[in-house]
Nanobody, 123 residues
Framework: VQLQASGGGLAQAGGSLRLSCAAS????????MGWFRQAPGKEREFVAA????????YSADSVKGRFTISRDNAKNTVYLQMNSLKPEDTAVYYC?????????????????WGQGTQVTVSS
């Protein structure tokens, strides 16, 4: 499975961005999907995850109520809608896919990773 993340960029605090992650080379609807992020000098951290069907989602406390993960299995794409952005959201955002299909927050449970897209939030 190949994953291509896009949609990153520069936003002001309080603004919004929508990330997309397009999958190819596999049966997208079989995979649980997740978003992670990594800020300079920090470890990669979990942001949000969604099950293969889209029925179940889970988000980190730091983004709950501001970020929403969704997917369109017909388009082989997972999204991360980011609202009320804060400077501390600045990071490279990675999408990931897991053969397990369910919602997971542990990065070692993911089998495939995209290349990352930079999100920068200015104050």
């Amino acid at each position: 499975v190949q994953l291509q993340a896009s949609g990153g960029g520069l936003a002001q605090a309080g603004g919004s961005l929508r990330l997309s992650c397009a999958a190819s080379g596999g049966t997208f609807s079989n995979y649980g999907m997740g978003w992670f992020r990594q800020a300079p000098g920090k470890e990669r951290e979990f942001v949000a995850a969604i099950s293969w069907s889209g029925d179940n989602t889970y988000s980190a406390d730091s983004v709950k109520g501001r970020f929403t993960i969704s997917r369109d299995n017909a388009k082989n794409t997972v999204y991360l809608q980011m609202n009320s952005l804060k400077p501390e959201d600045t990071a490279v955002y990675y999408c990931a896919a897991s053969r397990r299909g369910r919602v997971m927050a542990w990065r070692l449970e993911y089998d495939y990773w995209g290349q990352g897209t930079q999100v920068t939030v200015s104050s």
